[in-house]
C-alpha cells in the first residue's frame, strides 16, 4: 500500500513549480495530497495538480457532511513562506494548511519545511527563532538550501525540490 504525502504549497515565488514536487513523490511511490494557502492559490495551476494527483487540492477545512480526509504518512511545505514558518512554529491554525501542519509534530508525522524567504527575512531573529523551535520538535527545516543561485540545486527554477524528498528520507 503506497503512503500518502500531504505536500502543503505556499504562495512564493517558486508555488508555480510544485508539480515537479508532486511528479518527483510519485516517482518515489507515494501517493500525493496538495495542500495551498489560501493565498497559494493564485500561484498553482489547480486543475493541472488535480488531473496529476487524481485528487481535490485542498485548501479549506471539511464541511461536516463531507468525509474526513485520511491523514497523511508525512509532510513537505515547499515552498514554505516565513508567515507560514512562523505561524507553524506558533502553533497558529488560522487556515486548512495551518491545521494539517499544528497537528503533525503531535501526531508523529515526519514533516520537512523548504522556506522561500530572502535574505532579509531569513536574518530576522523571529524566523531563526522558529527555526530552530520548529526543529526541536522534530522538523526538518532546510534553511539556505531554498535560496536560488546560479550553482543551484539542479532545478530549473533554482529551487531545492528534490532535496524535501531527501530530508523526507533522512539525507
Known amino acids: 500500500m503506497s503512503k500518502l504525502l500531504y505536500v502543503v504549497v505556499c504562495a512564493a515565488w517558486p508555488a508555480a513549480g510544485a508539480?515537479?514536487?508532486v511528479a518527483l513523490a510519485q516517482e518515489a511511490g507515494w501517493v500525493v495530497q496538495v495542500v495551498?494557502?489560501?493565498s497559494a492559490l493564485g500561484f498553482?495551476?489547480?486543475?493541472?495538480?488535480?488531473?496529476?494527483?487524481g485528487r481535490p487540492v485542498r485548501s479549506r477545512h471539511r464541511?461536516?457532511?463531507e468525509p474526513k480526509p485520511p491523514r497523511a504518512d508525512a509532510v513537505i511545505v515547499a515552498p514554505a513562506t516565513f508567515?507560514?514558518?512562523n505561524k507553524f512554529a506558533q502553533g497558529i491554525?488560522?487556515?486548512?494548511?495551518?491545521g494539517v501542519l499544528a497537528e503533525a509534530p503531535g501526531l508523529g508525522i515526519p514533516v520537512v519545511v523548504v522556506p522561500a524567504v530572502n535574505a532579509a527575512l531569513a536574518g530576522r531573529a523571529v524566523f531563526r527563532d522558529s527555526v530552530e523551535r520548529l526543529r526541536a520538535e522534530g522538523v526538518r527545516v532546510l534553511v539556505g538550501e531554498s535560496e536560488p543561485d546560479a550553482s543551484g540545486s539542479g532545478e530549473e527554477d533554482g529551487f531545492p525540490w528534490g532535496l524535501a524528498l531527501v530530508a523526507l528520507d533522512g539525507g
Open 36 to 38: 495551498a494557502t489560501p
Open 63 to 65: 464541511r461536516p457532511s
Open 44 to 53: 498553482i495551476d489547480v486543475p493541472a495538480l488535480e488531473e496529476r494527483t
Open 83 to 85: 508567515n507560514t514558518v
Open 93 to 98: 491554525s488560522d487556515t486548512y494548511a495551518l
Open 19 to 21: 508539480g515537479r514536487l
